[in-house]
């Protein structure tokens, strides 16, 4: 089993900046990719940016350019910078993981973290 920690949402102002970091914890597994998801009010649940293990970075549109993605492999973390913040980015923010165990991949959700930029 793996446990995902989300932390450092809040509230701030459009133009403002929050860094949201995901640690993993478990036991005797390895990470493949790790990616941020956001889902605000009556929407389905969009891909924010996604980093792979070897590096490789996806960005949607809608942040590319204002967020940054980044992990630290020796903490099993992942952050998110965000910068030049909208109201549209107002959201609960998830993690996702995708594990690899014994040769087997699972996939595991953090609980969420709000994320509120006022107008």
């Known amino acids: 089993q793996v446990h995902l920690v989300e932390s450092g949402g809040g509230l701030v102002q459009a133009g403002g900046s929050l860094k949201l970091s995901c640690a993993a914890s478990?036991?005797?597994?390895?990470?493949?990719?790790m990616s941020w998801y956001r889902q605000a009010p009556g929407t389905d649940r969009e891909l924010v940016a996604s980093?792979?293990?070897?590096?490789?970075?996806t960005y949607a549109d809608s942040v590319r350019d204002r967020f940054t993605v980044s992990r630290d492999n020796t903490k099993n973390t992942m952050y998110l910078q965000m910068n030049n913040l909208e109201p549209e980015d107002t959201a609960v923010y998830y993690c996702?993981?995708?594990?690899?165990?014994?040769?087997?991949?699972?996939?595991?959700w953090g609980q969420g973290t709000q994320v509120t930029v006022s107008s």
């Open positions: 478990g036991s005797a597994f390895s990470i493949d990719t």
């Open positions: 996702y993981l995708i594990a690899i165990r014994s040769a087997t991949r699972y996939n595991y």
């Open positions: 980093i792979s293990n070897g590096g490789r970075i």
